[in-house]
């Protein structure tokens, strides 16, 4: 907007007339005082303003504009039609005015000037509140730099009051910083621990990490640089997002060692009890046997009640021991698995027989569903039937009040998946990713049905052993979906 300062109304209202023809706003001041008033309350881009005013002239208006940091800087033109000699015109520059006209006035020349120093005035103003942004955004930088450096340090001081080895890296998966424990299994930052020789390789397990954008967790031995013994260690990595992507990897090691060997020491027992348990089981078990044909022929006798309770009994402890010592050759890395290529419907049928004969109640009723697949495929059938078996008991077992249980087989290019559908108790979704570790039970459960916790776990590294996939989805006291995958090649 343009203030048009001068104490004639003629002068005001042919000025205003033409600067609005050329689409400029305008306001207008009768005198000095009054200009000032609204110059300090107003914006203006542009002042012309007469120099022979009554009161205030315009040479001490401008030197008054020029006193007030809201209007020192706004351009000012004078209009004069007598002070027109070079000393008023020289005082006129002195005062603050950046032009000065004389009267008659030239209109084309006016509106030429008027629109250049109102498009300088513009344009320097846009630039100043431009630079002042610009100020306000470095600050807010600077600012944010400060807290930014503020929370590192704190997560960098926490990180080093771990008792574990804890370090960062930046989203390429380069270390930007380790605490001081890393440096009792590493020389340098850059360099992680040395593993043992037959563990998997940290840098190629965290490079599938990055490559998959999924958190990394895995046991291993690293070695301890002062007593060069290989110790196990947990070690998890993970990412850390921003908007969506990783921002960088927060990681840690975990000293395991000790219980690693509980574990060992554990899993030894097991072995040995196991062993020392099934021969005496296996006398007990021929004796009863014996006892049982002796009484075959007296069905009435409660003797033979009796000695077929105890043979129920001991087949189950023969089971609890068999997987016991599956769990043993599991650790140690003995249990085999002898491919064949197999009928794998003979052995689904094998498995339903099985389970069937095994039941006293004859409510038991196993559906198929799908097509029976009548193909061979490279497998070990006892250990397929031990999966089958255990998949079909577990759905008797949890489902008390139905009776009703699905087999289903689905065959696509690549793999054979069969399933066991119950309707029984269901396993809650959170607890649905961990009924495949050792000894894990649910516990909703645990006290109802009696188990080891072992059955699955075995399950899994036996479908593992073949290349497949173990899984389940379940919902809480729906029932549940006991699945595996095999290959067909």
């Given amino acids: 907007m343009i203030l048009i300062v001068d104490d004639n109304k003629n002068n005001i209202y042919s000025l205003k007339r033409l600067l609005e023809s050329h689409n400029f706003k305008t306001d207008a001041a009768e005198s000095g005082e009054e200009a000032l008033g609204k110059a300090l309350k107003n914006n203006y881009s542009l002042i012309i303003l007469d120099v022979q005013m009554p009161g205030m002239d315009g040479f001490e208006v401008a030197e008054t504009f020029a006193g007030y940091s809201k209007t020192k800087d706004i351009p000012i033109i004078f209009l004069s039609a007598v002070n027109t000699e070079k000393q008023f015109i020289t005082k006129g520059y002195a005062s603050g005015g ?147 992507n990783i921002k960088n990897w927060v990681g840690t090691f975990t000293d395991i060692n000790d219980q690693k060997k509980v574990e060992k020491e554990k899993d030894e027992f097991l072995s040995i009890a196991s062993h020392e348990l099934k021969t005496p089981l296996t006398s007990i078990k021929a004796y009863v046997q014996l006892m049982d044909k002796k009484l075959k022929y007296d069905i009435n006798s409660p003797e033979k009640s009796y000695v077929n309770k105890v043979l129920t009994q001991i087949e189950k402890l023969n089971s609890l021991i068999t997987d016991l010592l599956d769990i ?34 004859n409510k038991i009723n196993i559906e198929r569903h799908g097509t029976k697949q009548d193909i061979f495929i490279p497998l070990d059938e006892i250990r397929i039937e031990q999966v089958l078996i255990n998949f079909l008991s577990n759905a008797i077992k949890y489902s008390p009040n139905n009776n009703n249980i699905i087999l289903t087989t689905f065959v696509d290019e690549d793999n054979i998946r069969i399933s066991v559908t119950d309707f029984g108790i269901g396993i809650p979704e959170y607890k649905q990713a961990k009924v495949f570790q050792k000894f894990y039970r649910v516990e909703e459960s645990s006290v109802q049905f009696q188990g080891l916790g072992i059955g699955l776990f075995i399950c899994s590294e036996i479908i593992a052993l073949h290349n497949g996939t173990i899984g389940v989805s379940s919902e809480n006291s729906q029932g549940s979906t006991f699945y595996f995958t095999l290959p067909l090649n």
């Fill in 98 to 244: 950046i032009d000065y006209v004389t009267k008659p006035i030239d209109t084309d020349i006016l509106m030429l000037k008027v629109k250049t120093f109102y498009n300088l005035q513009e344009n320097n103003l846009a630039l100043k509140k431009y630079q002042k942004n610009l100020q306000l955004e470095v600050e807010g930088r600077r600012e944010s730099q400060v807290v930014m450096k503020t929370e590192i340090d704190h997560f960098h001081q926490m990180l080093e009051a771990l008792p574990q080895i804890a370090f960062t890296l930046d989203k390429n998966g380069v270390v930007n910083f380790v605490n001081a424990k890393w440096y009792d299994y590493s020389h340098s930052k850059t360099q992680f621990p040395e593993t043992h020789p037959d563990d998997k390789s940290i840098a190629k397990e965290f490079e599938k990490s990055q490559q998959n954008h999924q958190p990394l967790e895995l046991e291993i031995r690293i070695k301890h640089l002062k007593s060069e013994k290989f110790k196990y260690h947990l070690l998890r990595t993970t990412p850390v997002l921003e908007n969506g």
């Fill in 328 to 361: 043993s050759k599991i650790e140690n890395g003995k249990l085999k698995i002898n491919k064949k290529p197999t009928n794998i419907e003979t052995v689904i049928q094998n498995s339903i027989d099985a389970i069937l004969q095994t039941q006293t109640s």
